[in-house]
Protein backbone atom coordinates (compact mmCIF):
# COMPACT_ATOMS: atom_id res chain seq x y z
CA UNK A 1 0.00 0.00 0.00
CA UNK A 2 1.18 3.12 -0.78
CA UNK A 3 1.79 5.73 1.79
CA UNK A 4 -0.56 8.08 -0.24
CA UNK A 5 -3.17 5.46 0.56
CA UNK A 6 -2.25 4.62 4.27
CA UNK A 7 -2.45 8.34 4.86
CA UNK A 8 -5.79 8.83 4.07
CA UNK A 9 -7.55 5.36 5.43
CA UNK A 10 -5.75 6.26 8.47
CA UNK A 11 -7.07 9.96 8.61
CA UNK A 12 -10.44 8.09 8.31
CA UNK A 13 -10.06 5.65 11.08
CA UNK A 14 -8.82 8.13 13.51
CA UNK A 15 -12.07 10.13 12.64
CA UNK A 16 -14.05 7.14 13.39
CA UNK A 17 -11.75 6.11 16.62
CA UNK A 18 -12.53 9.74 17.93
CA UNK A 19 -16.26 8.78 18.51
CA UNK A 20 -19.40 11.25 18.49
CA UNK A 21 -17.84 14.91 18.71
CA UNK A 22 -21.04 16.37 17.54
CA UNK A 23 -22.56 16.86 14.34
CA UNK A 24 -23.05 17.28 11.16
CA UNK A 25 -22.34 13.20 11.30
CA UNK A 26 -20.92 10.70 8.38
CA UNK A 27 -21.76 7.68 7.84
CA UNK A 28 -19.41 5.50 5.92
CA UNK A 29 -20.68 2.29 4.74
CA UNK A 30 -18.96 -0.38 2.56
CA UNK A 31 -20.62 -3.43 0.55
CA UNK A 32 -19.30 -6.21 -1.39
CA UNK A 33 -19.82 -9.58 -2.99
CA UNK A 34 -19.06 -11.47 -0.01
CA UNK A 35 -17.28 -10.19 3.81
CA UNK A 36 -14.26 -9.99 2.42
CA UNK A 37 -14.05 -7.62 -0.89
CA UNK A 38 -15.24 -4.23 -0.80
CA UNK A 39 -16.35 -3.42 -4.09
CA UNK A 40 -18.59 -0.21 -3.08
CA UNK A 41 -18.54 2.59 -0.37
CA UNK A 42 -21.23 4.82 0.45
CA UNK A 43 -20.93 7.89 2.42
CA UNK A 44 -24.04 10.24 4.03
CA UNK A 45 -24.07 12.97 5.75
CA UNK A 46 -26.71 13.98 8.52
CA UNK A 47 -26.73 17.60 9.58
CA UNK A 48 -28.95 17.13 12.66
CA UNK A 49 -29.99 14.17 15.09
CA UNK A 50 -32.78 12.38 13.69
CA UNK A 51 -32.28 14.28 10.07
CA UNK A 52 -32.34 12.69 7.06
CA UNK A 53 -29.28 12.25 4.66
CA UNK A 54 -28.35 15.55 3.50
CA UNK A 55 -25.47 14.49 1.15
CA UNK A 56 -24.78 10.71 -0.26
CA UNK A 57 -21.70 10.02 -2.28
CA UNK A 58 -20.78 6.50 -3.70
CA UNK A 59 -17.63 4.90 -4.86
CA UNK A 60 -17.08 1.63 -6.96
CA UNK A 61 -14.49 -0.10 -7.49
CA UNK A 62 -14.47 -3.14 -10.49
CA UNK A 63 -11.33 -4.30 -9.49
CA UNK A 64 -9.75 -4.81 -5.66
CA UNK A 65 -11.06 -4.24 -2.86
CA UNK A 66 -11.90 -0.36 -2.80
CA UNK A 67 -11.03 0.20 1.33
CA UNK A 68 -7.28 -0.02 -0.11
CA UNK A 69 -8.02 2.73 -3.14
CA UNK A 70 -5.99 5.55 -2.56
CA UNK A 71 -7.68 8.07 -4.70
CA UNK A 72 -11.04 6.86 -3.05
CA UNK A 73 -9.73 7.08 0.49
CA UNK A 74 -8.91 10.38 -0.67
CA UNK A 75 -12.34 11.19 -2.34
CA UNK A 76 -13.96 10.08 1.43
CA UNK A 77 -11.60 12.51 2.84
CA UNK A 78 -12.67 15.62 0.95
CA UNK A 79 -16.03 14.67 1.04
CA UNK A 80 -16.14 14.39 4.67
CA UNK A 81 -14.10 17.87 5.28
CA UNK A 82 -16.30 19.86 2.63
CA UNK A 83 -19.56 18.95 4.50
CA UNK A 84 -17.75 19.70 8.06
CA UNK A 85 -18.34 16.73 9.30
CA UNK A 86 -17.74 16.36 13.25
CA UNK A 87 -18.34 12.67 13.66
CA UNK A 88 -17.75 9.34 11.74
CA UNK A 89 -19.18 6.15 12.13
CA UNK A 90 -18.47 3.62 10.04
CA UNK A 91 -19.02 -0.39 10.84
CA UNK A 92 -15.31 -2.22 10.88
CA UNK A 93 -16.88 -4.71 8.48
CA UNK A 94 -18.77 -5.21 4.92
CA UNK A 95 -22.28 -5.22 5.86
CA UNK A 96 -23.95 -6.25 2.60
CA UNK A 97 -24.42 -6.88 -1.44
CA UNK A 98 -23.52 -3.54 -3.34
CA UNK A 99 -26.31 -3.82 -5.44
CA UNK A 100 -29.65 -2.14 -4.17
CA UNK A 101 -33.26 -3.71 -3.77
CA UNK A 102 -35.76 -1.54 -5.65
CA UNK A 103 -32.94 -0.55 -8.14
CA UNK A 104 -30.58 -3.34 -9.02
CA UNK A 105 -33.06 -6.11 -8.43
CA UNK A 106 -37.12 -5.60 -7.40
CA UNK A 107 -38.03 -5.00 -3.39
CA UNK A 108 -38.22 -7.88 -1.30
CA UNK A 109 -36.10 -10.46 -3.67
CA UNK A 110 -32.58 -11.16 -2.39
CA UNK A 111 -29.89 -10.02 -5.51
CA UNK A 112 -29.35 -12.56 -8.13
CA UNK A 113 -25.92 -11.81 -8.57
CA UNK A 114 -24.31 -11.79 -5.10
CA UNK A 115 -25.38 -15.36 -3.50
CA UNK A 116 -23.33 -14.98 -0.32
CA UNK A 117 -25.61 -12.72 1.45
CA UNK A 118 -28.56 -14.43 0.01
CA UNK A 119 -28.46 -16.50 3.70
CA UNK A 120 -26.69 -13.72 5.95
CA UNK A 121 -27.82 -11.44 8.28
CA UNK A 122 -25.95 -8.16 6.55
CA UNK A 123 -25.52 -6.89 9.80
CA UNK A 124 -23.64 -9.62 11.78
CA UNK A 125 -22.49 -11.77 8.74
CA UNK A 126 -24.53 -14.90 10.52
CA UNK A 127 -26.19 -17.35 8.66
CA UNK A 128 -29.93 -16.92 8.84
CA UNK A 129 -32.57 -19.41 8.38
Not at 2 to 24: C, E, T
Not at 47 to 69: K, M, P, T
Not at 92 to 103: M, W
Amino acid sequence: MSFKAAWFRDRLRKKVRQGFQGYPVATVSYYGPDDQTASKVAVGILLIEGGEVAFLERWYSQGGDIRLDPDVNEAIVHFIQQHGVRSVISPDRIIGCPHEEGTDYPDGEKCPTCGFWATRDRYTGEIIQ
